[in-house]
């Protein structure tokens, strides 16, 4: 009874918050896009939209940034104003506020995304008559999209399997190091990630369970060694 309390007040919220996301959207024009994502949903997170930024829609699904506070857990906290970039080029600056219930359990977030390509773009014209020749920081790469595969297939793009850079060529270690990577950033958190991940790989379904189970026990000091 007291979990069935719980999602009807997570469903509350996620209800009270979808006008919400229409109104910050509408105040601050075609530059912003709001995205409430609903966690117990992972693989297609996106309960309501509006703006398009980064062209989500409802049912789709989060980012690697999603899938790395979802991997947190409870201890996920807000992250605020932060810059990134979309595959396309564009200049991204959002805010991720966690969704937590009262019980302080994380399940969901909402996502605000602000077009300022154009920001950029005027601030490195300044600098430029300005004289400010000094490189620019490089803004990392986010993968926004409404398929959940192309997000697990960039958050392997970014891991080069070691100084080989194939999964041959790693031994077993490395190999293990690999999915206790892809664990911590919440990959596994998904419905057929492994079998996704063992298909990119080359390597079986159940293979790719092993090196999970292996990742997760040496992940955990308390741990005997049995897989988890």
């Known amino acids: ?13 996620v209800a009270a918050l979808k006008p919400v996301v229409d109104g910050i959207a509408a105040t601050f024009g075609p530059v912003c896009e709001v995205v409430l994502h609903d966690y117990r949903r992972p693989e297609e997170s996106v309960v309501a939209v509006a703006g398009s930024v980064t062209g989500r829609e409802v049912g789709g699904a ?3 940034i999603g899938l790395r506070l979802l991997a947190r857990g409870d201890e996920a906290a807000d992250d605020l104003n932060y810059v990134t970039r979309t595959r396309s080029g564009g200049l991204v600056k959002s805010s991720t506020m966690m969704l937590r219930d009262s019980t302080g359990g994380v399940f969901g977030a909402l996502c605000v995304n602000v077009d300022v390509t154009a920001v950029g773009e005027a601030h490195a014209l300044l600098g430029a008559l300005a004289g400010l020749t000094g490189a620019p920081a490089e803004t990392p790469v986010t993968t926004f999209g409404n398929d959940i595969d192309a997000v ?12 080989h850079r194939s999964w041959a060529g790693l031994d077993r270690a490395g190999r293990v190091d690999l999915f206790r990577s892809l664990d911590d950033q919440g990959v596994f958190a998904l419905r057929r990630a492994a079998e996704q991940v ?18 997760r ?12």
């Open 152 to 163: 697990v297939d960039a958050v392997l793009e970014t891991h080069p399997l070691g100084t």
């Open 62 to 64: 989060m980012s690697e």
């Open 217 to 228: 026990a040496t992940a955990d000091p308390a741990s005997d060694g049995a897989p988890a």
């Open 1 to 13: 009874m007291a979990e069935k309390g719980l999602e009807a007040e997570r469903d509350a919220i």
């Open 198 to 215: 063992g298909a990119r790989l080359g390597i079986s379904r159940a293979s790719a369970y092993s090196y999970l189970s292996q990742a």
